[in-house]
């Protein structure tokens, strides 16, 4: 008992360190009068009579009082620009996307294992509880590794920053010297906690301990996702300068610099990016293991633990095209020729590319969802209507993937009488693109829904109306999403740029109430079969892969093309790039670096996963269950 | 049922034989029109419609015991599907859009065939039979392979990598992000917030809903709303201005641009691209006024860098037309086709 009070004590103390450190940033942040710093205002009033410069915010049209320097206005030189025998942007690109690589990765994890641990604590089925726990373990060890390669890279990217672009970071430091501590102490408040919380694991494994625990990985991913909205406020200052005047002198106003016109919507993009991402990986590891698994319990073990994060993944991958097209509206509203440069001009070309990358995860995520099918008993009624999904996927993906502008030889060109196709150039308006991807999502949803039905038969006795209420739910949402598209031609643009919210609404309707719908008639559902974990094709797992690496390609791009959006300016308007590479790569340059990165990644991501099974193949081995469809014991324990 | 798949196989035997028709020239690919306006869902409506008839004959097929090989649809369908969007589809599709096409296809046939165990060991048998060659016949074929692969191989490599002398593939924008601001006439625009200072109400006051309610009616024959007639003598404000902006667009611009906006003057086949087509929804419709009066007063010459390679051969019409004339003739452009500029409201 007394052990237990100890333990109960110590555990408190943990929690109310982690509560302390997470504070602690803020308390430092708050200017103190003892310390002899003064608020520049305090300070105007002291030097009275001297002259107080005032000057406009670029963004937020507020008069503020001149505390900074003006943007240095660089020349091409070793002063500004001291480089080595190769592109200095080049460097400065890999060093700064795979430090966002590990970044994102060790954000997003904990996350998950926030609530998959959740899950396991209000889990009534014990072994169950048990199987969610372990896997959340498994999945904190994996980020763990991880975490110590992405502050050694954080240190990389500075030291790049500080040798070949020394000008610049000094002047984005000098506007953001208010706040760089925090993320300093942040940085350090997010490791000390993730240190307890992954070592604390055992010793809080019951009880209230047990929600001591769930409550420090509540504060270690406040502090992760606070750290990252610092850090995204540095590219939205340099997409969106606020804070700063014309000349890029800071006016005192830190919150101003921070809250730029992009943050908010790069905060939620990068959000679900960072999960969605997190999840792919974590289900790529776990294929990854599936294959070279020599038991059928580790098979079992990794195919449920790569559903579970595909899940996951998928989860936040569905909203994330409507996060992206908020963040894009933004950028419209901000300056309409970045937008038009981003989505019909310069780099619009790689958007088309990003759209095949859209459609290639979901359509391996349905494909993934089809295979798990096989391991069920029962779900053999739905593979006859495959066809069917994949033909509305595949044109819901030809739609999506057709450029506006094509790609063409001149003699082409005349052939076709005209820029655009008369059949193909309404493709490649948004307003049938927000159709196909639409038509791909909702497509998704029913995959989900028949894999969550595959071996049940609803017992309910309204199961009968409620097969038909979804077969028509789901027919009328195709036919709205279609012909929304298609009336989207007839209407102005600006009025077209508002039908994607239904499409959107269908969409997310047919998830929502589907989902609750489908759960309600399956509750005491009985079972054809039990889902033998396991005995999934090897295909579905290189679907799982195929999916990760989609998404990291993806990131890169995006990376790519949000940076690149600002053309020849380090702090668009502000501050200008005046060294050599000033200009943007062509389409086939920049997919060979985005690659080069991508492979880099998943070597290095590789070596973390090998040295994560070192620690595994210490723990001595639970019991097994070779029983097949029995609970899944993972092969290593903690 | 049966029925139903008869009926199914009945338009999938039709349309193969439509399609065929098509290949070799025997039925002019028009026969059954793409209609305008239709075209897009058209396409895939007719590709749906295969898919089914495909499916009715792949039954009844079965049913009198001739199944087709489940490898033998996968790369049937495949071909069909490449052959459908050669052929059927005016005017041609350019390469690279066929190429992408074709990997979906080929994707989605993969995906289908793969879907399940029984379907995939079904699909990948006769792979496996050529490579076991356990048969005379697919020790044979074996050896086929064997010699041809290699020859194919080399012969895709040799024809990649001679040289060409056809003109370079063109990444053409066509739509180029705008300056911030243009100057015109020594005034400066900012394309962000300017207004076309004829799209006014009666009041004599900017209003775009007003100028929106007098448009001609988008669809068939793009009529005129009754009362809207700017070529009326007592028309006044907005449509007086659409009237001479009118007077000014068929002194000037449509020789290239055509009498009905539609990129098809009497110049228009001497330039490769023709001319813009501003009826067409992915022109003017989806621009701001202000882009508009960006790319008429710098014209071809003024496009940007990124507008490479500058395939364009409109005038500045700076150097020969009023500001004032500019706005009215933009005015007439969006009256004529029934589309309203792109705000951001």
């Known amino acids: 008992m007394g052990v237990v009070t100890r333990k109960k004590l110590f555990s408190i103390i943990a929690l109310g360190a982690m509560v302390v450190a997470l504070l602690l940033p803020i308390v430092m942040a708050l200017p103190s009068p003892a310390t002899g710093e003064e608020a520049p205002a305090a300070e105007g009033a002291q030097k009275e009579g001297e002259k107080v410069e005032k000057a406009r915010d670029v963004y937020y049209k507020t008069e503020g009082i001149v505390v900074g320097a003006p943007a240095p206005k660089t020349t091409d030189g070793p002063a500004d620009y001291p480089r080595y025998n190769f592109e200095s942007r080049v460097l400065l690109w890999f060093a700064n996307q795979q430090h966002l690589y590990y970044g994102s990765f060790v954000l997003a994890v904990p996350i998950f294992c926030m609530i998959i641990e959740f899950m396991g604590v209000v889990t009534k089925d014990k072994a169950l509880a048990k199987r969610y726990d372990q896997l959340a373990y498994d999945f904190i060890k994996i980020s763990l590794t991880a975490y110590s390669l992405t502050a050694i890279l954080g240190g990389i990217l500075i030291f790049t920053f500080l040798t070949l672009y020394p000008t610049f970071f000094s ?41 001591i625990h769930l409550s420090m990985s509540v504060i270690l991913n406040v502090i992760g996702t606070l750290l990252m909205f610092l850090a995204n406020s540095w590219i939205g200052f340099m997409m969106s300068p606020a804070g700063v005047d014309e000349q890029g002198r800071y006016l005192g ?61 998928v989860a936040f991958l569905i909203p994330l095209p409507f996060a992206g097209y908020w963040l894009m509206r933004e950028v419209y509203a901000y300056r309409q020729q970045m937008g038009i440069t981003l989505m019909g001009g310069l780099l619009a070309w790689l958007f088309i590319i990003q759209a095949t990358m859209i459609g290639i995860l979901f359509l391996s995520t349905n494909y993934y969802l089809w295979q798990a099918m096989g391991r069920m008993r029962g779900a053999e009624k739905y593979q006859r209507y495959i066809k069917y999904l994949v033909f509305l996927l595949a044109c819901g993906f030809m739609v999506f993937i057709t450029p506006h502008t094509m790609v063409m030889t001149p003699a082409e060109l005349k052939a076709m009488g005209g820029q655009q196709h008369p059949v193909l150039g309404n493709y490649g308006v948004m307003s049938a693109k927000n159709g196909g991807i639409n038509v791909i999502i909702t497509t998704t949803v029913l995959s989900f829904v028949w894999y969550m039905r595959g071996n049940k038969i609803s017992t309910v006795s309204w199961a009968r109306f409620g097969n038909i209420f979804m077969g028509v739910f789901f027919a009328c949402a195709y036919i709205n999403i279609i012909f929304l598209a298609i009336y989207g031609y007839y209407i102005p643009a600006n009025v077209r740029v508002g039908l994607s919210v239904p499409q959107v609404a269908t969409t997310l309707s047919c998830l929502f109430f589907m989902f609750t719908l489908n759960s309600m008639m399956m509750k005491g559902a009985k079972q054809l079969g039990p889902i033998e974990w396991g005995k999934i094709s090897a295909r579905s797992q290189y679907a799982l892969i195929m999916l990760a690496t989609a998404f990291t390609w993806m990131m890169g791009l995006m990376g790519y093309i949000r940076s690149s959006v600002r053309l020849f300016w380090h702090v668009n308007e502000i501050m200008r790039d005046n060294s050599p590479w000033a200009y943007t790569h062509t389409v086939g340059f920049a997919a060979n670096v985005i690659s080069a990165n991508v492979l880099f990644f998943w070597i290095s991501i590789l070596f973390v996963f090998w040295l994560g099974s070192l620690t595994a193949k210490k723990a001595p081995v639970e019991a097994k269950v070779g029983v097949p469809g029995a609970i899944p014991q993972p092969a290593g324990s903690h | 049922m049966k029925a139903l798949m008869s009926l199914g196989a009945l338009v999938g035997v039709v349309g193969l034989l439509l399609l065929a028709g098509m290949i070799f020239d025997v039925i002019p690919s028009n026969t059954i029109r793409l209609v305008e306006g239709y075209m897009p869902m058209q396409m895939l409506f007719e590709v749906g419609c295969y898919v089914l008839g495909f499916t009715g004959l792949s039954y009844m097929l079965n049913a009198m015991g001739m199944g087709i090989p489940r490898f033998w649809q996968g790369i049937g369908f495949w071909i069909f599907f490449l052959l459908y969007i050669k052929y059927r589809v005016y005017p041609p599709i350019p390469f690279s859009v066929r190429a992408m096409y074709g ?116 669809g068939m024959g793009r009529l005129m709303k009754p009362n809207a007639n ?31 906006l539609n990129g098809r003057g009497l110049h228009a086949f001497a330039f490769n691209p023709i001319p813009a087509n501003f009826t067409d929804p992915g022109t003017i419709a989806q621009l701001q006024e202000t882009f508009i009066f960006w790319r008429v007063a710098k014209g071809g010459i003024g496009l940007p860098n990124e507008g490479f390679p500058w395939a364009s051969v409109m005038p500045p019409w700076e150097q020969h037309l009023t500001v004032d004339e500019m706005w009215k003739v933009i005015l007439f452009e969006y009256w004529h086709t029934g589309y309203y500029p792109r705000t951001w409201d």
């Open chain 1, 253 to 313: 106003n830190i919150w101003h610099v921070i809250h730029t016109a992009l943050w908010n919507p790069l905060n939620l993009h990068r959000i679900l990016g960072n999960m969605a991402f997190g999840g792919g990986v974590v289900a790529a590891y776990a294929a990854y293991k599936f294959l070279a698994a020599k038991t059928d319990e580790e098979r079992a073990h990794y195919d449920w633990m790569g559903y579970i994060a595909m899940a996951l993944g």
């Open chain 1, 171 to 211: 002047y984005l430091s000098s506007i953001f010297r208010p706040v760089m501590h925090i993320y300093a102490l942040m940085f350090v408040a997010e490791s000390g906690t993730l240190y307890i919380y992954y070592y604390g694991w055992d010793k809080m494994k019951e009880g209230f301990l047990k929600w």
């Open chain 2, 230 to 260: 700017p070529w009326d003598e007592k028309a006044e404000g907005y449509l007086k201005y659409v009237r001479e902006g009118g007077e000014i667009f068929f002194q000037n611009c449509h020789f290239c641009h055509g009498d009905n």
């Open chain 2, 103 to 218: 990997t979906v296809g080929l994707v989605a046939v993969l995906m289908w065939v793969s879907a399940n165990e029984e379907d995939w060991k079904k699909f990948k048998q006769p792979i496996l039979n050529v490579l076991d060659a356990q048969t005379g016949f697919n020790k044979v074929l074996r050896y086929v392979y064997l010699v041809a692969l290699p020859i194919l191989t080399w012969g895709f490599s040799y024809n990649a990598m001679m040289p060409k002398s056809e003109e370079p593939i063109e990444l053409r924008t066509v739509h180029p992000a705008p300056p911030a601001s243009t100057k015109v006439h020594g005034k400066t625009y900012v394309l962000q917030t300017s207004l076309n200072p004829y799209r006014v109400n009666p009041e004599g006051k900017y209003d775009q809903e007003y100028s929106n309610s007098l448009i001609v009616e988008q």
